[in-house]
């Protein structure tokens, strides 16, 4: 995030009348389906050993829905009740904002890079396991 975009769109919100103004860096949520429990459970070991502890699946009707959800969060209230609360270091702001979504970026590689070096073992696991 650039802090000159940063800036410009804070001001835009509080300027066209939004009350409430929160800068916020969210995690990467991945959804998935595989055609079998065994292929959800090694799915979901890989996620947990990657560092993604919101993790889990359910059986559908046709399959299991898995969900891998990062923890790497952070909403900062800036404007409350149309009052800044705070005078903004836009830079310092667009660094925190970035640091989280770096941490991020970086858990997603490691699991990647996991996925990757157990692809036969997934592949063998069902060949109809698709990446929604």
């Not at 270091?89 to 667009?94: E, H, K, S, T, V």
């Not at 991020?104 to 109809?128: I, P, T, V």
Request: net charge positive; aromatic share 10%.
């Amino acid at each position: 995030v650039d802090p000159a975009e940063l800036r410009e769109a804070i001001l835009d919100a509080r300027d066209t009348g939004h009350r409430y103004v929160w800068a916020s860096a969210q995690p990467p949520i991945l959804a998935l389906h595989t055609c079998s429990l065994k292929l959800a459970d090694m799915i979901a070991n890989i996620a947990i050993s990657s560092g993604y502890k919101y993790t889990g699946y359910k059986y559908t009707s046709r399959s299991y829905y898995m969900f891998i959800i990062g923890s790497e969060r952070i909403d900062i209230p800036l404007v409350f009740e149309g009052r800044t609360i705070v005078d903004l270091d836009y830079n310092l702001l667009a660094s925190l904002l970035n640091s989280y979504l770096l941490l991020g970026k970086r858990k997603l590689n490691r699991l990647r890079r996991a996925f990757l070096s157990m692809l036969d073992l997934l592949k063998k696991g069902c060949e109809e396991a698709t990446l929604v």
